[in-house]
């Protein structure tokens, strides 16, 4: 079986390596690079929680192969804090209590920031349509809807200040 | 998943050629079906043919009353373009309800009629709405196009490149989804052509089929009584999600409320 070329740009840092075929970008993230902040789930595309962002766009990292991204731009959750400041909407999770176990969080909040990147002032419906593809099995969404919401305006906030 | 020779054609013609090179070959356009079905070793392709840096393929565009969407465009492409959006309105609002955010992000129109899910649901819209789909060899009608589950008429090497849409006075479409998967438990769709109705239906049956007695009843005058009950129980499927006869009292339900959409 043939090896790829691929050229992939992660947190910034771009990687040139021969791989094989069937890798998957989760299993790349997660045991070449270490960045285990992106979590597997449900393994079969439903719960989220794999969610990195393409492009600046959310995508299910566990059922992309990474061949398919050649010359892309990938985010993870590990790389959405600035300046050793959290993201507006990870401060919005933690200031609106929107986890409790947290292994659906990096999904969600990836998910989120995917969101207000086309939709600056989201509504509660608007919310809870978009994270359709995001599992939570603990909070029972609430404040997840609450953090994505205050999340939305302070990323609105920094953004004309 | 097992491992595979992966290519990366530049065009149609050189995609062909490497399908018809190879043992038992797939062609991947965004994967949200195939790369699962390959992780749960459903499927095990020797050579899986990305398609997706062939150019031209991804294009959306309105010409003459007929929109013509390219097989590479994806589900949220689609949902958001602003020439479908003022044409087509119910089209978009279908495109938008397709899996969740991040899988029309990836998926592809083109792929999804190529894999010919029962309950997806472009297939109800592409057979209500006058549609001719175009491969690289030959013109298809959209009722000669789906064949049975997973099933199609495209031949082994035969690639889906566009579809073309005659733009009709009204278009709509209802599913019920399952709450989980988000699938058409039924979907509906309507087409209307000046006094031509077309109705067909997704996830009810093995395949999306037209519901040829509705569409003749409405034809005739769309503020009569359609037949309910008309297509048989035989025919249509009976699973934990929903038993057959819930099937065929969603099918009238569904239509109703487009008729009502309508007027």
């Known amino acids: ?161 | 998943m097992y491992t595979f020779n992966y290519h990366v054609p530049k065009n149609v013609n050189e995609a062909i050629t490497i399908f018809k090179d190879s043992e038992e070959p797939k062609y991947l356009a965004g994967g949200m079906t195939l790369v699962a079905s390959m992780k749960q070793r459903l499927i095990s392709p020797t050579d899986v043919i990305d398609i997706k840096k062939i150019k031209n393929l991804d294009n959306i565009e309105i010409n003459n009353n007929i929109l013509k969407i390219g097989a590479l465009c994806t589900h949220d492409q689609i949902a958001k373009d602003s020439n479908v959006l003022k044409a087509l309105e119910n089209f978009s609002f279908l495109a938008n309800g397709i899996g969740d955010p991040a899988v029309r992000k990836i998926g592809t129109i083109g792929g999804s009629l190529s894999n010919s899910d029962p309950a997806a649901d472009w297939p109800a819209a592409v057979l209500a709405l006058k549609t001719n789909i175009f491969t690289n060899n030959r013109t298809i009608k959209n009722e000669d196009f789906f064949t049975g589950m997973f099933e199609t008429c495209l031949e082994e090497n035969e690639l889906l490149t566009s579809v073309e849409i005659e733009l009709p006075d009204f278009f709509n479409y209802i599913k019920f989804p399952n709450p989980a998967s988000k699938y058409a438990v039924v979907g509906v769709s309507i087409a209307i052509y000046e006094k031509e109705v077309r109705v067909s239906v997704t996830g009810a049956s093995h395949t999306p089929f037209m519901a040829k007695e509705i569409s003749e009843a409405l034809s005739s005058n769309i503020n009569s009584d359609f037949p309910k009950k008309s297509v048989p129980m035989d025919d249509l499927n009976n699973d934990i999600h929903a038993s057959a006869e819930y099937r065929q009292n969603l099918i009238d339900v569904l239509t109703k409320q487009l008729i009502n959409s309508y007027s």
Not at chain 1, 95 to 113: E, V, W
Not at chain 1, 117 to 125: R, V
């Open chain 1, 1 to 161: 079986m043939n090896k790829v070329s691929i050229k992939i740009t992660i947190n910034n840092k771009t990687y040139e390596k021969e791989i094989k075929p069937n890798l998957l970008l989760v299993d790349f993230l997660r045991e070449e690079l270490s960045l285990t902040g992106t979590h597997i789930g449900c393994d079969t595309s439903q719960c989220g929680a794999c969610m990195v962002l393409l492009n600046g766009y959310a995508i299910k990292s566990c059922s992309i192969l990474l061949a398919q991204l050649n010359d892309q731009e990938i985010t993870t959750i590990e790389n959405i804090e600035q300046d050793g400041q959290l993201h507006p909407m990870q401060e919005a999770f933690r200031n609106n209590h929107g986890l409790q176990c947290g292994f659906c969080t990096p999904g969600m909040i990836i998910s989120a920031i995917s969101l207000v990147k086309e939709n600056k002032n989201p509504t509660e419906h608007e919310i809870r349509k978009h994270i359709e593809g995001n599992f939570c099995r603990c909070t029972g969404y609430e404040n997840i809807v609450k953090s994505i919401s205050d999340g939305a305006s302070k990323m609105y906030e920094k953004e004309n200040n």
